[in-house]
């Protein structure tokens, strides 16, 4: 079966949804599924706003850069990659480039994860081959990272047999072997993971060199991490991997004003992420650094007050 990826609208609206802040929140922030860090991540941004943002609850990354480019969203939280060939037309987006997308700041990194059952002998990408493996819900993006990923291994796509499911029901089914693997990408450590590890014997197959250095070269927005030993109960070896980072976007015709107070909110109250969240408050250097597009005006205005200067100018 051929990975491909739904990109209906109408199912992607079908699964919106408020988080628990005002519900006439003057912005809407596209997120993914509760079960990851996005939604949680936009729930904190709500926080430190006053409930000025409305989180939606969407499909991921390449859901959110459609949602905005037909102004359902006013601001997203995306991956890397999904953000390059968004702003490019690129890819998913051939022909189809969200033109109004502008970034606001790099987050923080997100890993790789590819959960196995301990038992499955199941130890490279090319034993994937003819196995059932989750790839998120539909518009998440993820399908188009392993699809990218099995290439840069060597390994046709279509020999994998794609199950689109919820991070919840992607652990569930793996425990109880309904699939054979499940890919995601993450901030690690992750909740889900972590809950996976305590209550099932898995364990995450670790790239080799030559994989991550094909994909890092083939394809934009990708770079190699590790996920330290440890970072996981009963995880006791390093993982090689490949990362993103996710970035927070706007749409380039928000208020600048009203972006402003979202960038400055981000850093001068950054601790509510680190203490909320497994993942790093917003650093000022990485928030800046290989963003595939240019920055709203607002996030602008931001940095040159701390002393940095982006691009606000669209390639």
Known sequence: MKLKILTASAAVLAMLALCSCNESSELRLGTGNPGGIYYAYGSTLC?????????????????????LREDFLDLAIVQSDVLAEAAAGSGSFDGQPVDRVRAIAGLYSEAFHILVRADSGIVSLSDLKGRKVSVGED?????????????????????????????????????????????CILGAPSAVVSELFSSADVRLLS???????????????????????????????????????AVLTADSRID??????????????????????????????????????AFHDGAAEYYESVGVTVSTAKN
């Open 47 to 67: 926080s430190m706003e006053n409930n000025t943002i409305s989180v939606k609850k969407t499909e991921g990354s390449q859901a959110n850069m459609r949602l």
């Open 139 to 183: 518009g998440s993006g993820a399908v188009n990272n392993l699809t990218h990923l099995l290439t840069s291994a060597g390994v046709s796509a279509s020999t994998v047999e794609p199950v689109n499911m919820s991070y919840a029901e992607s652990a569930e089914a793996l425990e109880n072997g309904s699939i054979d693997a499940f890919f």
């Open 207 to 245: 790239l080799d060199k030559r994989t991550v250095s094909a994909m890092t070269e083939l394809y934009t927005g990708y770079f190699g991490m590790v996920i330290p030993a440890e970072t996981y109960n009963g995880q006791d070896k390093d993982i090689s991997t490949v990362g993103v980072k």
């Open 256 to 293: 600048s004003g009203r972006i402003r107070e979202v960038t400055a909110a981000l850093f001068e109250q950054g601790g509510s992420i680190r203490f909320s969240l497994s993942v790093p408050e917003p650093e000022v250097d990485f928030a800046v650094s290989d963003i595939p597009c």
